[in-house]
């Protein structure tokens, strides 16, 4: 405990230095909303195991590392290094190294209207004040608190009305080794104007190894009758901490997804928040998470029904092997004036060993009379008679657990539309699970991949 506070009393150094050359700080709303999140921040520590919304997740090692903000880009990364994280066909590119612009490294051409955060607060800090910090509710969260108070650089994205984004807006976020503990806080501002369409893919990665903390935050604002896919891809290395906070707010007959995929981690919060503020809105909420040795994968859903004739669908599939731990905390709350509305929850989780472990929680908060709603929850193993049935046809069991964990995952694929993001996350989905079924029994020599490995789509 004592270690822990000492962190804390670490934090406000920083904070206090950060205050100092921290971009808009001459913005007295800014300055107000960054020192009003850090009190809060101060206020409440870190989550325990006795809060309910992190009942199943400790966040100790955290607590009592000591992270420090990284100095000001002293690292530069190589174009080829980042090559194998490029997104083909994607027509916008922003990469951030630490949580800090790398814009040798990133590719915005005119057509997108996207910057650095850090670039738009200090060029046009009009073009952010109402909306930046709006919606993100730091009351209940001390990581989007603290995510506040440090808030400075992230990617920026302002999609005008009636314009439809062909290609998919590719944000990449690298954390590297250092010599001490560092920690990144990016915040992204997506803004999204009537009857405009898009497609986002924010993706964190790690380089090297050594503890380091990415806390970063998505605020999503979809204006009426928008249609916005959102991909969010987590796949570090097992020292790494990551807390991940998407908060939308939806608009009249707004239709948006959110996908999410985590391949590893240390420990991995991912925290979805949707608001369907408008009357008839839509909203998709599809993960996967997969994990393995001790890794810890949380995953938070809260969706709020505030207006009539809404809907809302949450698919979320979990894989699990060694120690690893997973979470599925699902809650629906359906607001008085959100007659009509019509929700649906799904959480199905595929346990490989006896070690592992996952906790899910389908959770209804209704206060409307007229409503459709429904949760559940189901965990198991590889059915036998499955993996008997292939190998009966002679494919040898790696093989055969290869295809049965393929097809698992190709449900929350197949609720992607069709374009670069969905390739690209299934590309993803199909090397990972591969290698994870080879721990359980590697392919022979010189045997090819049965038909139907190669693709989820397939598979499915």
């Known amino acids: 405990?004592?270690?822990?506070?000492?962190?804390?009393?670490?934090?406000?150094?920083?904070?206090?230095?950060?205050?100092?050359?921290?971009?808009?700080?001459?913005?007295?709303?800014?300055?107000?909303?960054?020192?009003?999140?850090?009190?809060?921040?101060?206020?409440?520590?870190?989550?325990?195991?006795?809060?309910?919304?992190?009942?199943?997740?400790?966040?100790?090692?955290?607590?009592?590392?000591?992270?420090?903000?990284?100095?000001?880009?002293?690292?530069?990364?190589?174009?080829?290094?980042?090559?194998?994280?490029?997104?083909?066909?994607?027509?916008?590119?922003?990469?951030?190294?630490?949580?800090?612009?790398?814009?040798?490294?990133?590719?915005?051409?005119?057509?997108?209207?996207a910057s650095s955060l850090k670039q738009k607060i200090a060029n046009s800090p009009e073009a952010v004040r109402g909306v930046l910090g709006h919606y993100l509710e730091i009351e209940r969260d001390p990581f989007t608190a603290l995510n506040t108070a440090f808030a400075e650089d992230g990617a920026y994205l302002h999609v005008r009305r009636g314009t439809v984004l062909e290609a998919p807006v590719h944000l990449i976020f690298i954390s590297t080794e250092s010599d001490q503990p560092a920690m990144s806080h990016p915040r992204n501002l997506l803004v999204f104007d009537d009857e405009s369409e898009a497609t986002i893919v924010e993706e964190y990665f790690s380089l090297g190894s050594g503890p380091v903390l990415s806390n970063g935050a998505t605020e999503l604002i979809a204006g009426e009758n928008t249609t916005v896919s959102h991909y969010m891809v987590e796949r570090e290395h097992g020292e790494a901490f990551n807390i991940s906070t998407l908060r939308i707010q939806q608009g009249r007959s707004a239709n948006v997804a959110s996908h999410s995929l985590l391949l590893g981690g240390g420990l991995v919060r991912n925290n979805v928040h949707p608001v369907l503020a408008g009357e008839g809105g839509?909203?998709?909420?599809?993960?996967?998470?997969?994990?393995?040795?001790?890794?810890?994968?949380?995953?938070y859903m809260y969706v709020e029904h505030a207006s009539p004739h809404s809907s809302s669908r949450q698919f979320y599939n979990g894989i699990l092997d060694g120690q690893a731990h997973g979470v599925f905390h699902g809650r629906i709350v359906v607001h008085k004036e959100a007659q009509k509305t019509d929700a649906k929850q799904t959480n199905r989780n595929l346990l490989l060993s006896d070690d592992a472990q996952i906790d899910t929680k389908p959770q209804l908060e209704i206060y409307a009379d007229d409503v459709k709603c429904t949760h559940g929850a189901?965990?198991?193993?590889?059915?036998?008679?499955?993996?008997?049935?292939?190998?009966?046809?002679g494919i040898d069991e790696a093989a055969a657990r290869r295809l049965l964990l393929l097809a698992f995952a190709s449900e929350c694929v197949q609720r992607m539309r069709a374009g670069a993001a969905r390739a690209h996350v299934e590309q993803l989905i199909h090397d990972y699970l591969l290698s994870l079924a080879q721990a359980h029994g590697p392919r022979s020599e010189g045997q090819e991949p049965v038909e139907g490995e190669r693709s989820l789509e397939e598979v499915g």
């Open 1 to 113: 405990m004592t270690t822990a506070i000492e962190n804390l009393a670490s934090y406000l150094d920083s904070f206090t230095a950060f205050e100092k050359r921290a971009a808009g700080q001459d913005l007295p709303w800014l300055r107000k909303l960054r020192a009003d999140a850090f009190a809060r921040f101060c206020e409440t520590g870190f989550p325990t195991t006795r809060d309910e919304d992190w009942r199943f997740t400790n966040v100790a090692a955290i607590a009592r590392t000591r992270f420090q903000l990284p100095p000001m880009r002293t690292v530069r990364l190589a174009t080829p290094e980042i090559a194998p994280l490029r997104l083909p066909g994607a027509g916008a590119r922003l990469v951030f190294v630490n949580g800090q612009f790398a814009e040798e490294l990133s590719q915005i051409p005119a057509t997108v209207n």
């Open 282 to 299: 839509e909203c998709l909420i599809n993960g996967l998470f997969v994990g393995h040795g001790r890794e810890h994968l949380d995953n």
């Open 378 to 393: 189901t965990i198991g193993q590889i059915e036998e008679n499955a993996l008997f049935y292939l190998r009966s046809r």
